[in-house]
């Protein structure tokens, strides 16, 4: 290890680490990082458990309304509901906000066919109210018919354009920790399983704790599932040691699909506040179906599905509530609210959100590829380290990217790439220059004791072949009178004065008729 690359090294990684902490490298991170990962994997597939019910211009025309989706009469949400309850869809979620009350008669059959399908939740509007300089979060529920016929109400909040979405909401810590709607259609999605959930947790509390919970019993727990998700959300809280008791003792259940939905219920209530999308494509990537489709006699599969209800359009001009995400083309179709709903369910229940590596372990990672980078640039020449630059940014991006595809882990790309590695290209070819200019000095002074300075120009000047040419000249050689006597008589170092002195009184005449000694 050269002494000057270790110490670089040091400093690169140390640097890398510092960009870390910095809000501008964090937004280039999410803006930029994140960005070219989702577009160098390209698109993948949703859960085929999730389907999106479109109030798009298609559906607008078929049932004679003007496309104004949220103008809808209630009567077609009422069939919608009541033809997605008899094919025994398994949760059914609107991204619509029925704010106020229209025809009696419609309203009352759409809270009648809510009440009868019993897994219906509705969308709740959540506002952020500033008194006094403290800003607090509210919600706007759906008029009382709706709420009470409701198998819940949630909330689902979203950046508002132009920003980037890459993020959402499991619970809403402004809004008092209340479970969002992606949380919510899940307890609902999830309810059949909810007896075996209970069995678990008690389980795995008896080899942790002491005591349990009285609410964790398949009589006592609420109906309600966003109550449920609050209690087992702080159950996990309390007994940090849960989650890892609970996921070995799901290897003792024998049926496949039992244990995996447990598994996806564990992942669901240990994510924390919010989660990192892992977005599936552009606009229309979850399946999705045009509501005038979904009440034909024959309508596509919903059955045990979560069937997600809101405003979704292919065209960009038609688009309501279009949001800017990493696959937003240059035709500028966003993907709509209920399309990132159902996908942050989706990520949910194929557990697969994007998780950023641990704080300790993205430093240490960040931290070696500064050394490395470094230490590799200073142990080659120049055209090496642009040779190593090259292949050393490509193998990072490749570790990313395959990390990103298969695990669902996001590593740091623009502090290494953009930070880190210019730096250290920039630091070792100055200092390969510098290596190279101070050898070249020192040979030419060791060249200098024995040619001329204007040979030495000549061939510094010139390529490795050395082009001759025919010149009228004269070669004279000299000798010193009674040399070998002399050199017998002396010694090493009084020859050597002797020959400068004898040099000192040739070089002038020769050099001033333009000769070489």
């Not at 966003?334 to 372990?361: C, H, K, Y």
Request: hydrophobic share 40%.
């Amino acid at each position: 290890l050269r002494p000057n690359g270790l110490l670089a090294g040091l400093l690169i990684g140390l640097l890398g680490v510092g960009s870390l902490m910095l809000p501008q490298t964090q937004r280039l991170e999410h803006d930029f990082g994140l960005n070219w990962l989702f577009t160098w994997r390209g698109e993948r597939p949703a859960s085929p458990h999730v389907l999106v019910a479109a109030m798009d211009r298609e559906s607008s025309d078929a049932l004679g309304y003007r496309n104004i989706p949220r103008k809808w009469e209630r009567k077609t949400h009422a069939e919608l509901v009541s033809s997605l309850t008899s094919k025994q869809t398994a949760a059914i979620g609107f991204d619509v906000l029925f704010a106020e009350a229209r025809d009696p008669a419609q309203d009352q059959q759409l809270a009648d066919a809510i009440r009868q399908s019993g897994n219906t939740v509705l969308f709740e509007n959540l506002f952020t109210t500033n008194h006094q300089g403290y800003r607090t979060e509210r919600t706007e529920p759906p008029i009382d018919i709706f709420k009470q016929a409701a198998a819940d109400v949630a909330p689902f909040a979203l950046p508002k354009v132009p920003a980037k979405v890459h993020q959402a909401w499991l619970f809403k810590s402004g809004a008092g920790e209340q479970p969002t709607m992606p949380m919510v259609m899940l307890h609902v999605y999830m309810r059949p399983r909810l007896p075996e959930f209970l069995d678990l947790l008690r389980a795995a509390l008896n080899d942790i704790s002491q005591t349990k919970p009285a609410w964790l019993n398949i009589d006592e727990i609420s109906s309600q599932p966003s109550q449920q998700a609050s209690l087992l959300r702080s159950l996990f809280f309390t007994h940090p040691k849960l989650e890892n008791t609970a996921i070995q003792h799901t290897e003792s259940i024998t049926d496949p699909d039992v244990r995996q939905d447990l598994l996806t219920w564990i992942y669901a209530l240990t994510r924390g506040d919010s989660i990192i999308l892992n977005l599936y494509g552009p606009a229309r990537s979850i399946k999705t179906e045009p509501i005038h489709q979904l009440l034909q006699p024959h309508t596509p599969e919903v059955t045990g599905k979560a069937v997600f209800v809101g405003f979704s359009e292919i065209l960009q001009p038609e688009q309501k509530d279009g949001f800017y995400t990493s696959f937003t083309g240059e035709d500028g179709v966003d993907i709509s609210g209920v399309e990132l709903m159902a996908t942050t369910f989706s990520n949910l229940l194929q557990r697969e959100a994007i998780e950023p590596v641990p704080g300790w372990l993205r430093i240490a990672m960040v931290f070696g590829a500064g050394l490395i980078l470094t230490l590799v640039f200073f142990a080659t020449g120049a055209v090496g380290t642009l040779i190593a630059a090259v292949l050393l940014g490509t193998g990072w991006v490749a570790l990313a990217l395959w990390l990103f595809s298969n695990l669902q882990l996001w590593i740091p790309l623009t502090s290494v790439l953009l930070i880190q590695l210019p730096v250290a290209l920039l630091l070792s070819l100055l200092w390969h220059y510098h290596r190279t200019r101070r050898s070249k000095t020192k040979l030419r002074h060791k060249l200098s004791r024995f040619v001329p300075d204007e040979l030495i120009d000549h061939l510094d000047q010139s390529d490795d072949k050395i082009k001759g040419k025919t010149i009228p000249a004269v070669c004279m050689i000299t000798d010193m009178e009674s040399y070998t006597p002399l050199g017998e008589q002396h010694s090493a170092e009084q020859l050597g004065e002797l020959l400068s002195e004898y040099f000192r009184e040739l070089q002038p005449a020769i050099t001033q008729h333009g000769g070489h000694v």
